[in-house]
């Protein structure tokens, strides 16, 4: 079947174009960094673009498949005003088949690979598997019964730590707000469900209800409301030792550490990433993260030896990590040695060592940017701007600081704002009086 659609750039007919769309494109396109990029700028005409190339077209055979001119395609890659004409994205989203929250038509909805749909649910995914597929929180709740009906309780609990999963790699596309809907949708679910539970079933769903909490923690967190982190952390401590799981209780703790140092209260976060040590027949990742939270205490007291020791225990640590080969979701499963390293600057930017933060973090953006989620990026280019400016550097840190500022509206990080937020103390240059006026 064909459609007949006039077009819309030079207000004449178009080509005949059709109505079904391309052989589907590999989910690791959209999840490369060339992609998020784009995403991150705000710029849909690049993804259309990253599309069109990926399906081996020429601008004028996208422009004749679609209805559009030569022309008009290449304004829109371009970027000028035609790129957020939605009568010209959607057409063109739904020929090259791009995730449709790539171009921002899907902002209420989360991004899940159908590979992860039909893995979970044979059938579910409508043979989507090589596409994203955009759930609402409805949905997701409603495919989460779907999965876990009429099957054993290690089956349930399986099932919902891969929704867990997604969850949290959706944050790498969403902002924080935009996905709360949908972290509490599935917290009420698992909590609801762990009611009419028994024995070990009970216990088990105990554990990912408190994994389900903590991530509402960030996410309050990260949309500047402290009061709702602290009372989502507090319920995942409350419900991991309900549930006996040392892990979970132990990442409480090195979150309750993480929104004191927010709180800028030195000997809490101190006592909090101590208190997660102290807990036994804790994972390996968990135990680096509690060493590397212990440190960044250390650096805000000036303790630079005890600093430093914690971060290379915490190193020791991660090497013991043997990654699951699984689906599921794990604490720290995203967590690589770039991560542990970034800290290791963030550390020495605290205790006043500008040049050996610069170093360190330049050598990571260089080899492991785009393997970071966009706001973690954003929260240590600002760290690096304001290193830039402790060594003198007040242009190119001013530079670095507008590129965080352009991640932090992008993604609605308070994170990254709170980073930027620390440059009222900067006097100096017109430009940075300007920034500070952006950032307030």
Not at 58 to 82: C, H, T, V, Y
Not at 131 to 146: I, K
Not at 282 to 299: F, H, K, Y
């Amino acid at each position: 079947m064909t459609l007949d659609r006039t077009d819309l750039t030079a207000g004449r007919p178009s080509v005949v174009a059709p109505l079904s769309p391309l052989p589907p494109l590999p989910w690791s396109l959209w999840d490369g960094h060339e992609v998020r990029e784009a995403v991150r700028t705000r710029s849909p005409g690049a993804v259309v673009a990253i599309a069109r190339r990926a399906h081996g077209l020429r601008q004028d055979e996208l422009g004749s498949l679609a209805g559009f001119s030569q022309s008009a395609i290449s304004r829109l890659e371009a970027g000028s005003n035609i790129a957020y004409d939605l009568r010209v994205l959607r057409p063109l989203q739904r020929l090259l088949g791009i995730p449709a929250h790539l171009l921002g038509l899907a902002d209420g909805s989360l991004p899940v690979a159908g590979r992860d749909l039909d893995r979970l649910a044979p059938g579910f995914g409508g043979g989507a598997a090589g596409r994203v597929v955009g759930l609402d929180p409805d949905s997701m709740t409603a495919f989460a019964s779907a999965t876990v009906s009429g099957d054993g309780a290690g089956d349930v609990v399986s099932r919902l730590l891969v929704l867990r999963r997604i969850v949290n790699d959706a944050h790498n596309w969403r902002s924080s707000d935009a996905l709360m809907p949908t972290a509490r949708a599935m917290y009420d679910y698992v909590d609801g469900l762990r009611r009419s539970a028994r024995g070990e079933q009970r216990r088990a769903l105990l554990g990912v209800a408190a994994l389900y909490a903590e991530f509402l923690g960030w996410l309050h967190e990260e949309t500047d409301d402290p009061r709702g982190a602290f009372q989502w952390t507090g319920r995942a401590l409350e419900q991991g030792q309900a549930a006996d799981d040392r892990d979970v209780v132990a990442y409480s703790y090195v979150r309750l550490s993480q929104l004191a140092a927010a709180d800028g209260d030195t000997d809490r976060v101190i006592g909090l990433a101590r208190a997660a040590g102290r807990e036994h027949d804790v994972s390996p990742m968990v135990r680096s993260l509690a060493l590397r939270q212990e440190a960044r205490g250390l650096a805000l007291a000036g303790d630079e030896a005890s600093c430093m020791d914690r971060l290379d225990r915490a190193d020791e640590e991660y090497r013991r990590v043997e990654p699951a080969s699984d689906e599921e979701y794990w604490i720290g499963y995203c967590s690589t040695t770039d991560h542990f390293e970034a800290e290791r600057a963030a550390s020495w930017l605290e205790l006043g060592e500008p040049v050996r933060a610069i170093g360190i973090y330049e050598e990571v953006r260089r080899r492991a940017w785009p393997r970071m989620c966009t706001w973690e990026q954003g929260v240590h280019v600002a760290k690096l701007a304001h290193a830039h400016r402790e060594a003198g550097e007040h242009d190119h840190a001013a530079a670095l600081a507008y590129e965080a500022l352009e991640t932090a509206r992008a993604t609605k990080s308070a994170h990254v704002l709170r980073e930027l937020g620390r440059l009222g103390e900067w006097e100096g240059a017109r430009d940075v009086a300007e920034l500070a006026a952006a950032v307030r």
